[in-house]
């Protein structure tokens, strides 16, 4: 059961960071097309890139995991709820400043986090390869 879950989960991840990248993008390029692009919080949120990039960092991680760990479900869900909350105060720039920042810092606080998790279980799998 452990096994199902886990590629289940997986499969979400990686449905979810194709659906920010392909879908989301195109979007927010054709509406600010005639709008000047910004180096803030707002605009690099607000792309989607950050979160498909820790969607596809939390697919890797769950992917090397022998079962389904619901820590890295709740992050990303947690990263999407906050990029909602950005998307919907985009247009009042003090909400936005605040939920756009926050975004940005979890996305790349978990990113951090389940990165150096990935490379630590693909070691004990490496480990444990040359033991058997």
């Given at each position: 059961?452990?096994?199902?879950?886990?590629?289940?989960?997986?499969?979400?991840?990686?449905?979810?960071?194709?659906?920010?990248?392909?879908?989301?993008?195109?979007n927010?390029?054709?509406?600010?097309?005639?709008?000047?692009?910004?180096?803030?919080?707002?605009?690099?949120?607000?792309?989607?890139?950050?979160?498909?990039?820790?969607?596809?960092?939390?697919a890797?991680?769950?992917?090397v995991?022998?079962?389904?760990?619901?820590?890295?479900?709740?992050?990303?869900?947690a990263?999407?709820?906050?990029?909602?909350?950005?998307?919907?105060?985009?247009?009042?720039?003090?909400?936005?400043?605040?939920?756009?920042?926050?975004?940005?810092?979890?996305c790349?606080?978990?990113?951090?986090?389940?990165?150096?998790?990935?490379?630590?279980?693909?070691k004990?799998?490496?480990?444990?390869?040359?033991?058997?």
């Amino acid at each position: 059961m452990n096994r199902i879950l886990a590629q289940a989960g997986l499969l979400t991840y990686v449905l979810a960071a194709i659906a920010v990248l392909l879908v989301w993008i195109p979007n927010f390029v054709v509406v600010n097309a005639q709008i000047a692009a910004e180096w803030s919080w707002r605009y690099v949120a607000a792309s989607g890139i950050p979160l498909g990039l820790l969607l596809t960092i939390i697919a890797a991680r769950q992917s090397v995991s022998p079962s389904f760990k619901l820590l890295l479900l709740l992050e990303g869900l947690a990263a999407i709820l906050v990029w909602m909350f950005c998307l919907k105060s985009f247009n009042y720039p003090p909400q936005a400043n605040f939920f756009c920042a926050l975004h940005v810092g979890l996305c790349v606080v978990f990113g951090a986090v389940n990165l150096m998790g990935y490379r630590r279980d693909v070691k004990q799998i490496d480990r444990a390869r040359l033991r058997a």
